[in-house]
C-alpha cells in the first residue's frame, strides 16, 4: 500500500522543485495539484493556462479524490497541492489518509514572484489563509501537528531541511537523490508548466540561498500586511 505525502503551499514557493526533488527518488511517484482544474472550474478564475488545464485535468473533486487514494506503483505518492484550491465545498476527509507537510515562504518574495504572471490577485490567491485554515483542520483531525517548513531554510541548507521533512514530517527515509536532479520538463508537469516552471525545468537542484526581501509595490499593502501576520503565525506554529 503506498503511502500518501501531501506538501501544501501557496503559489511561488519552490513547491515545484521540491516535486523535482521527490521525483528524483525511485521509490516515489508525483503530482502536479491535483484540485487546480477543479479550482477554476468552480471558481471560473483566469489564471495563465487555464484553457489547457481545463481541457486536460479532471474537474470532478470526487473523481480527483478517487485516484488521489487510489494506490500507486511505488512506495510512496508525493503530491504537490495548494492551499488555496480547496475552496468551500472540496472534499477534504480523504487527508485523514495522508501524511502532510505545509511549505511557506516570506509574502514579499511571494508577491513580487506571482505579480510578474498574473498582477491582478486578492490575498487568498497567494495561499496564507488557506495554509492557516488547514493546519487547523489537520491538528484537529489527525491529533498530530503538521510540520511547517520556511523556503529559506531548504535554500539555505537543503540536506538539513529534506532530513527534518522526509522524517518529521512524513516519517520516510531521506534519500540523498533528492538533492539534484536533472534538467528538463517532467511527464508530471501540469499543462500550466509554461508559464510558470521555466526555471526549475532549467534547474538540476535547489537555488543559492534567498537574499534581501524584494521591495512590495504599493498597491499590494493590504494583501502584504494579511499575509504576512498569517506567515508570522505559522513560522511560530
Known amino acids: 500500500m503506498s ?3 501531501c ?3 501557496g503559489p511561488r514557493n519552490i513547491s515545484t522543485a521540491m516535486m523535482r526533488s521527490f521525483s528524483a527518488r525511485t521509490d516515489t511517484v508525483c503530482w502536479d495539484e491535483p484540485f487546480f482544474a477543479a479550482y477554476l472550474d468552480r471558481t471560473g478564475l483566469d489564471h495563465p493556462g487555464r484553457e489547457e488545464t481545463l481541457a486536460e485535468c479532471e ?11 487510489k494506490p500507486v506503483q511505488a512506495d510512496y505518492h508525493f503530491q504537490k497541492h ?7 465545498g472540496m472534499p477534504t476527509d480523504w487527508m485523514d489518509q495522508a501524511r502532510h507537510v505545509l511549505l511557506i515562504r516570506h509574502p514579499a518574495r511571494v508577491i513580487a514572484s506571482y505579480a510578474k504572471g498574473r498582477p491582478d490577485f486578492v490575498a487568498d490567491d497567494i495561499g496564507f489563509p488557506g495554509l492557516l485554515a488547514l ?5 484537529d483531525r489527525q491529533g498530530r501537528t503538521p510540520l511547517v517548513v520556511d523556503c529559506d531554510m531548504i535554500l539555505s541548507d537543503p540536506e538539513q531541511a529534506l532530513r527534518a521533512i522526509c522524517q518529521d514530517g512524513f516519517d520516510i527515509p ?7 536532479w536533472e534538467a528538463g520538463p517532467r ?3 501540469g499543462p500550466w508548466a509554461p508559464y510558470w516552471y521555466r526555471n526549475v525545468i532549467a534547474s538540476k537542484g535547489f537555488g543559492p540561498p ?3 526581501l524584494p521591495a512590495v509595490a504599493d498597491r499590494y499593502a493590504e494583501i502584504y500586511a494579511s499575509s504576512l501576520s498569517a506567515y508570522n503565525t505559522l513560522l511560530a506554529l
Open 3 to 5: 503511502q500518501i505525502l
Open 7 to 9: 506538501l501544501w503551499s
Open 59 to 69: 474537474t470532478d473533486p470526487e473523481t480527483v479524490v478517487a485516484r488521489i487514494i
Open 82 to 88: 495548494m492551499a488555496h484550491h480547496m475552496i468551500d
Open 135 to 139: 493546519h487547523s483542520h489537520i491538528t
Open 174 to 180: 531521506l534519500d540523498p537523490a533528492m538533492l539534484q
Open 187 to 189: 511527464e508530471e508537469d
Open 210 to 212: 534567498s537574499g534581501a
